[in-house]
């Protein structure tokens, strides 16, 4: 069974850039799709990046595309969520997945992905 870890969370000021890592373990998740997701307080959990499991298609959320950059390394077996400059509604606990299948596109559901990290804290203020 896989296991997913985040790293990399941290206080921030706006305009700022912090790299997310998702490291797998007990079981490499090249097969999957991987995808990223956050929620802020008062907010449900939201799709924010996917990755396919060949890393040739990604897909991101219209609030930080042209600002995140969705990774992986399969020798690392490793994902990775590269945030540019972040904003205050950045904020919010960020968790990696992995899907269910290998679907054809990457999904903006949460119920896609049956196994996912503990999260790793974002804050980004002033």
Known sequence: QVQLVES???LVQPGGSLRLSCAAS???FAN???GWFRHAPGKEREFVAGISWSGVTTYYADSVKGRFTV???IAKNTAYLQMRSLKPE???IYYCASSRATP???STQ???YDTWGQGT???VSS
């Open 32 to 34: 999957k799709n991987v």
């Open 110 to 112: 949460p119920t896609s």
């Open 8 to 10: 990399g969370g941290g």
């Open 26 to 28: 007990g079981r490499t």
């Open 90 to 92: 950045d904020t919010g």
């Open 104 to 106: 054809r596109t990457v």
């Open 71 to 73: 990774s992986r390394d």
């Open 121 to 123: 804290q974002v804050t």
